[in-house]
């Protein structure tokens, strides 16, 4: 049997939001779906709550395995698709009733690999007063294409946030290119070099600037709170490893990547100690390294401040000035050893 979209739902340790997220799938307005929820070896309620939903609709389906982290768990979901087209929805968020109606309607429409959409931040609250909502539009910061595109035609896709739940892939496109989730611990940022790969192999995208998808970012228990140091560096690698082996030229798209490795640098340096500040500077020296001065120095796409960490990060002693103004206003995040 086949299905318009197959959702993959990586479920690790959600009890407090998976009943949320499993209900907004569930209430979709596009029923031709199925719903495949890999639990990577939850040690709370989880896989009773998949069961309970299992039994109560014949369009869930429930694997079982140990704990291999966010990307072999996806993995296992792309394996058993059998949609159309393929959508991962993370189980502490929750999305639109409308989101795949919508966006399955594009992407026949203009027959294209991916349709990506505009998205929700969302804050909890003590009451539904207090929860906040704010739209992530990158229409309303650049100039997104109105019609069928390219990577080339967008190279700004490459600095945003990965997103990947806000799209959906066709799963002869993932199939063909052999597009698959590098299969580290934990979360692992195995979602930067899935972003670069569909991006980059895609034939035809199409954006919305429609919100469908609730990305929670209050849950304590979140990747996005806790960074293990080796993970950016270590994405990085594989997403220059895979932009060199497709031989890519285009300066733009090479400089909204310098952009996000810079943004990996600010975070990592918001959080380390002193205990990992050398290890940290070795990475971030190799990073720095591996940049093309011309790109740097030349493309209007890299701002001074930008311009400025470049220049520090070749030294221990820039980096640790960088990491002491990074330090007095950065985000909560702990940075922790890489043998955790």
Known sequence: ????????????????????????????????????????????????????????????????????????????????????????????????????????????KNNVDIVKSAFYEYRDGANQEEET?????????????????????CSQLLYFHPSIWSCIYKREFLNKNNIRFVEATGAGWVDNPFQVQTLCLAESIYYTNNAYYYYRLTNPGSSSNIVNISNPFDRSDEVHSFLDSLKIKNKDLWAHLYKREFSYI?????????????????????MILRMDENIIYNNELINDYEKNVFEKCHSESGIWSIMNKIKENGPNISVVNTAQ
């Open 266 to 286: 600010h975070i990592v340096l918001c959080g380390i100690n002193s205990d990992l500040f050398g290890f940290a500077c070795e990475k971030i020296r190799d």
């Open 133 to 153: 909502t704010t739209k992530i539009n990158w229409n309303e910061i650049y100039n997104m294409p109105e019609k069928v595109f390219k990577i080339e035609d």
């Open 1 to 108: 049997m086949s299905y318009k979209i197959s959702v993959v739902v990586p479920v690790y340790n959600v009890e407090k939001y998976l009943k949320q997220c499993l209900d907004s799938i569930l209430n979709q307005t596009l029923e031709d779906i199925e719903i495949i929820c890999i639990n990577d070896g939850s040690k709370d309620s989880s896989d009773e709550i998949l069961e309970n939903y299992r039994r109560q609709d014949k369009r869930v389906i429930v694997v079982n395995k140990q704990n291999g982290g966010y990307g072999a768990a996806c993995n296992t979901g792309l394996r058993l698709a059998r949609g159309e087209f393929i959508s991962i929805v993370e189980p502490d968020d929750f999305i639109d009733s409308k989101m795949y109606e919508d966006m399955y309607t594009l992407a026949v």
